[in-house]
Nanobody
């Protein structure tokens, strides 16, 4: 059972930056692909970014965050990050990290383990 704990959310003005972190309890963290998802009020959950297992050679970004967000992983620290720059009000949501035993996926239904989420609010 993998436990995931997100941190780094908060309130930021439009144009600002935040870095989300997700710490995993699993010592074999490198064997999990990781993803960041978000859910805004009244909207369905959507994938934001994903990174493949081990060396993280494969990454994915939803179109709306390309060029602004960067996903990365540090296997030595059992942590995945989401660097978010040029934040906009439409980025406001609860952000979740998730893990899958697949080598890579950008499909939410493939993720078996989920964190509790961290709120990101971007003011205009």
């Amino acid at each position: 059972q993998v436990q995931l704990v997100e941190s780094g959310g908060g309130l930021v003005q439009a144009g600002g930056s935040l870095r989300l972190s997700c710490a995993a309890s699993e010592r074999t963290f490198s064997n999990y692909a990781m993803g960041w998802f978000r859910q805004a009020p009244g909207k369905e959950r959507e994938i934001v970014a994903a990174v493949s297992w081990r060396g993280g050679a494969i990454t994915y970004y939803t179109d709306s965050v390309k060029g602004r967000f960067t996903i990365s992983r540090d296997n030595a620290k059992n942590t995945v990050y989401l660097q978010m720059n040029s934040l906009q009000p439409e980025d406001t949501a609860v952000y979740y990290c998730a893990a899958t035993t697949r080598y890579y996926s950008d499909y939410g239904e493939h993720y078996e383990y989920w964190g509790q989420g961290t709120q990101v609010t971007v003011s205009s």
